[in-house]
């Protein structure tokens, strides 16, 4: 099967490709926040489902708590049912310096990256030892006894115990950042300017949509980061000692480094992760990051697609979502069912099993394979890419 | 000049002796060749040597290094590389990318300048030059952007050889490359292990069931049986030792 479309790699064609696919990517985060900066209730079959940008926010740090579960689950391939303590661990941490010592929420990561690197390291020790099911209990266990920690009478006064620690600060945006301005543009335009709304926006909408900006620029980062990252000898020494171990020693990986070196990052970019969250929902809750948070994160990974880029922010949207539009889904069409209960994680574990067997390596496998059908890149050779050395060129004349 | 030194190795696996009180020397720019019947311990012996097994009782010297102190990751450092018998590729990567990996030790990328970027765009550039002019010596550069799943057998074994050859050896040891070849493709094969060798001034250590191959390129052939030298010598030499002609003959 031929695709449609195929750009040789490097062509200029193939740069406007790529160049228009960004530009639409940036179009449409840039203006998602105008368009649901009024929380979204369409009503469907009855039921009404809510888009919010506190949601979206939520989901956008999760997508980088994934992206992080990613690291050591995907790329290295050990099992971690604990990814929540991890992305606690910066949640409070993260609380504690912008609440109780005033620290600005970007700058904690000056501890809680290094922290969370350490705390992982010391939990990929282990690792080395047990594999499997087994590493996937002792990494359960961590995400289990983290609530408990928190509320530990002893570190009740900084954590909150379980009353959780709300944060007051709050992201403002500066004077200087007219969103309202933007928001008015938008809703000026003609034909579409009615999704989004009418009437500018309130104080509290400017400070949501502000806030989702530098979620979403400080998400962009820790993709960028950790997309470099994998696209080094780095990253393809994890995907070599996942893969084939013994290949991957042979040619000179250390496995037991790269196999705690996959904990350590997914804890600090977890840790990263806690602090959007704290950001965004400005309240740390011992029991939010427990064992169930822990199991959402890797079937948000596995449904998003492992050891890819796209899976976590897929695997992020879905965990919020999905179970939020699940638990708003009232009565199915025809059926007259009475659907009040915790159907979300019914509905994610369905998901879970039926997308294991209809797409074996997540949604972002699916949507490679279906992009496949329409665009295909011919990649360049080194040698064409780089064009002739420069001892091949010959000189030209200056001609007068 | 000795490269490699195997003295007194014993591998036992239960009552299985793998190897039993193995000694050999390979010379610099020698072509080894390593032969005995199926289960005779050839590639338990690739083990020991890559790290990958610890011997009972032994030692092994390379390059005046005692190997057995260093772990299997270090080989690569040292200069010892090797394929395998049943293939240890990575079918999720392309051909290109398996290739880059045999020059992981060489690359410099680390926890800080690869995600900033620092020299990144440099490094790989050159990996991936390095590694295409490795493919293309194999001719294997039409499949560079393959993924190295479901590809030919002998086309694998290839590839495996192009991700050793990346990482400049010293000692390249070859677990069976020949297998799955057609007559004309041993040749073949024999004809370009040989130009490498020169081309990259490699000491070989060849196991190989195929014996017009081995006898043709080795300078120095040993035979093992259940574990044991049986001969040494040159391939004229083991071709008429009687212990030789009657393991592969008779009796196993
Ligand atoms: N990991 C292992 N565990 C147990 N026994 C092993 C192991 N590896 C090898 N052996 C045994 O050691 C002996 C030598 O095996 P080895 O694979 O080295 O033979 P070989 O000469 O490479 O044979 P072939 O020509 O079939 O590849 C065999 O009896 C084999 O069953
Ligand atoms: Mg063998």
């Known amino acids: 099967m031929t695709a449609r479309w195929v750009f040789d790699e490097g062509t200029p064609r193939h740069r406007s490709y790529q160049a228009i696919g960004w530009g639409l990517f940036l179009l449409v985060v840039i203006l998602v926040p105008f368009v649901f900066a009024e929380t979204w209730a369409p009503t469907v079959f009855g039921n009404k489902y809510t888009v919010s940008l506190g949601n979206i926010g939520h989901a956008v740090a999760w997508m980088v708590a994934i992206l992080g579960l990613n690291m050591v689950v995907g790329y290295t391939g050990q099992l971690s049912l604990g990814h929540s303590f991890f992305v606690g661990s910066g949640a409070f941490m993260t609380a504690i310096l912008v609440e109780d010592f005033g620290w600005p929420f970007v700058a904690t990561l000056v501890v809680v990256v290094p922290v969370t690197f350490v705390i992982g390291l010391l939990v990929g020790i282990p690792a080395l030892r047990i594999q499997g099911l087994y590493l996937g209990l002792i990494t359960f266990g961590l995400a289990a006894v983290f609530p408990s920690i928190i509320k530990l009478d002893s570190l009740a006064d900084r954590t909150g115990g379980s009353n959780g620690k709300n944060i007051t600060s709050d992201l403002v945006p500066p004077d200087w950042l007219n969103l309202e301005g933007f928001a008015e543009f938008f809703q000026g335009l003609p034909v579409i300017g009615g999704l989004f709304g009418s009437g500018g926006l309130s104080r509290r909408q400017e400070e949501a949509v502000y806030k989702y900006f530098l979620l979403v620029l400080m998400a962009a980062v820790v993709f960028w980061l950790v997309r470099n990252l994998v696209h080094s000898r780095i990253g393809r020494a994890m995907l070599a000692l996942r893969d084939n171990p013994t290949g991957a020693a042979v040619s000179g990986v250390n496995l037991a480094a790269y196999k705690t070196l996959g904990f350590g990052l997914s804890a600090a970019v977890g840790g990263v992760a806690g602090m959007m969250y704290a950001a965004t929902i400005g309240f740390a809750s011992a029991d939010e990051f427990g064992s169930t948070l822990a199991i959402f994160f890797l079937v948000g990974l596995i449904v998003g697609g492992p050891a890819t880029l796209t899976g976590p922010i897929i695997g992020g949207l879905v965990i919020i979502f999905v179970p939020v539009w699940a638990g708003q889904t009232e009565e199915v069409p025809g059926l007259g069912w009475d659907l009040n209960g915790p159907y979300g994680s019914l509905i994610l574990g369905v998901m879970l099993i039926v997308l294991t067997f209809l797409l074996p390596g997540g949604v972002a496998y699916g949507l490679r394979r279906l992009r496949a059908r329409f665009v295909q890149v011919v990649p360049a050779a080194p040698t064409v890419r780089s064009g002739p050395a420069p001892g091949d060129m010959v000189a030209e004349p200056i001609s007068s | ?252």
């Open chain 2, 1 to 252: 000049m000795t490269l490699l030194g195997v003295d007194d190795i014993t591998v036992r696996f239960g009552g299985v002796i793998a190897l039993d009180e193995l000694s050999f020397t390979i010379d610099r720019g020698e072509i080894c060749g390593l032969i005995g019947p199926n289960g005779a311990g050839k590639t338990t012996m690739f083990n020991v040597i890559s790290g990958v097994y610890t011997p009972n009782a032994g030692s092994v010297t390379f390059d005046g290094e005692n190997l057995l102190a260093h772990p299997p990751h270090h080989m690569c450092r040292l200069g010892v590389y090797r394929t395998f018998q049943n293939l240890a590729l990575w079918p999720g990567m392309t051909v290109i990318e398996n290739v880059m990996v045999g020059r992981h030790t060489a690359a410099k990328a680390n926890l800080l300048t690869a995600p900033l970027r620092i020299g990144l765009k440099r490094e790989e550039d050159e990996l991936e030059e390095r590694a295409w002019a490795a493919l293309d010596e194999l001719e294997l550069t039409a499949y560079a952007f393959h993924p190295a799943a479901g590809l030919p057998y002998g086309t694998m074994k290839r590839i495996e050889l192009a991700r050793a050859l990346i990482g400049e050896p010293k000692l390249l040891m070859l677990d069976e490359p020949a297998s799955g070849l057609t007559h004309s493709e041993v040749d073949e094969l024999a004809d370009l292990l040989r130009e490498l060798r020169d081309r990259h001034e490699l000491t070989l250590l060849l196991v190989e069931h195929h014996m017009a191959m081995v006898m043709a390129m080795s300078d120095k052939v040993v035979v093992l049986d259940f574990g044991q030298k049986i001969a040494e010598g040159t391939p004229a030499e083991v071709q008429r030792d009687d212990r030789v002609i009657s393991a592969y003959l008779g009796g196993s």
